[in-house]
Each structure stands twice: as C-alpha cells, then as structure tokens.
C-alpha cells in the first residue's frame, strides 16, 4: 500500500483560479515535500514541510500538514497555465530507511 | 534547468543489447538514486547510493545493475531487458541519503524493444 496517496487523481481548472490538491499518508513522518513533474520531465521540489510544522507558504503556494490526521493540502493560488503539471507529495518514514516515497501523483490541467 | 544531468534524454534498445544510462551532480551531494516512472504507476525507487556505498535495493531485478564510481557519477547498466522495462528512468541527488530534498535528472526514456 502507498505511503503517500494524492487526491483528486486529476484536476482541471480555469486560470485565475485556486487549485487544491491533497496527499494522505499512513506512517509517522519528519517532513512531508511537494513536487512538481512537466511531462515526461524530471520532478522539481516544491516546498518541505516538517512534522513540527502546520503551515507554510512560498509565493503562489501554501502547504499545510496535519500530523493528527495524516494529511497534507497544497494550495496554489491565482494558477496559471503555466502550473499545469503533475504534483506529488513524498515522504520520509520516521525511523526508516534513507529514503522518501512518492504518492501517485494529481495532474493538474489550468485552462487559459 | 538543474544541477543533475542524464544522457541519453532518449534510448531504443532491443532485448539482446547492452546499454548504460548515465547520471551526473554538480551540486556536491552525496546521496544519488535511480527511480523508474512507468505510466499510471508510482514512481518507484530503484537504488540508493549514500558516500558511494549502495544502501538501497528495492528488488531490482538484476538485469539492472548500478554503478557509482563517486560521489558525482551514478551509472545504470542494462542489459537483456523486457519490454515491460520501457520507462522513464530518473535520476536524484540529495545532500545525504533520507529525508533531504532531492534534486532530479531530466531522465531517460527508454523503450524496449
């Protein structure tokens, strides 16, 4: 079963608008990170939040993490067409190994 | 667009070939992963390499097998591959193994033939 799983699987919005996509995750974490993937690119990193943290915010985006429900939202703000992409939460496991792992994915698609 | 490079962007092989995929940090990490992304699927972790020691093995099969001459360079070699292994083939690097943000590789992709 998936550490990370993202919600909703695609997304489809107008620009201008705000475009929320969440990630529910199973284990005890130290920090949860959002991605962003273009097409067939490599994965470029977000924003991390750690597990002491509710909130965070860089430009367009706001990321919240709630511990207590294991759940995370990323939030952006005014989209653009050019932040239609696929998005990803990944996550380390506390006390695991040395490495994070990666939801599904949601795809986003902001229509000009 | 970062400071990991891979080559070849694309590669088409046949079953019988033997090919190399090849990863390159210019960010002084000391941590480097491969990942494959195959459609609808989540990317999966291959191998990870933390001060040139692998400390990662997700069952790769061994047609797969990694190399990492330092810190910088992280190799793939393929050899006898199915189709199945056509993907997008990612590479990463991070300061340390674990929990620090990754930087990725534009990727390979690779089709089987």
């Known amino acids: 079963s998936q550490q990370g799983e993202e919600d909703p699987q695609a997304l489809s919005i107008q620009e201008g608008e705000n475009a929320t996509m969440n990630c529910s995750y199973k284990t005890s974490i130290n920090n949860l990170q959002w991605y962003r993937q273009n097409s067939g690119r490599g994965l470029v990193h977000l924003i991390l939040?750690?597990?002491?943290?509710r909130e965070k915010h860089s430009g367009r985006l706001r990321v919240t993490l709630d511990t207590s429900k294991k759940s995370s939202s990323l939030l952006i703000t005014a989209s653009r067409a050019a932040d239609t992409a696929s998005y990803f939460c990944a996550t380390d496991v506390w006390g695991g190994s040395e490495k994070l792992v990666f939801g599904k994915g949601t795809k986003l698609t902001v229509n000009p | 667009e970062t400071g990991v490079t891979q080559t070849p962007r694309h590669l088409v092989m046949g079953m019988t070939n033997k090919k190399s995929l090849k990863c390159e940090q210019h960010l002084g990490h000391n941590a480097m992963y491969w990942y494959k992304q195959s459609a609808k699927k989540p990317l999966e972790l291959m191998f990870v390499?933390?001060?040139?020691?692998?400390?990662e093995n997700n069952s790769v099969p061994s047609r797969f097998s990694p190399e990492c001459p330092n810190s910088s360079h992280l190799f793939l070699h393929l050899h006898t591959l199915q189709p199945e292994d056509s993907a997008l083939y990612l590479c990463?690097?991070?300061?340390?193994?674990?929990?620090?943000?990754?930087?990725f590789g534009p990727g390979t992709r690779l089709t089987v033939l």
């Open positions: 390499y933390n001060f040139k020691e692998q400390t």
């Open positions: 990463a690097s991070s300061q340390v193994a674990g929990e620090d943000t990754q930087y």
């Open positions: 939040i750690r597990s002491n943290e």
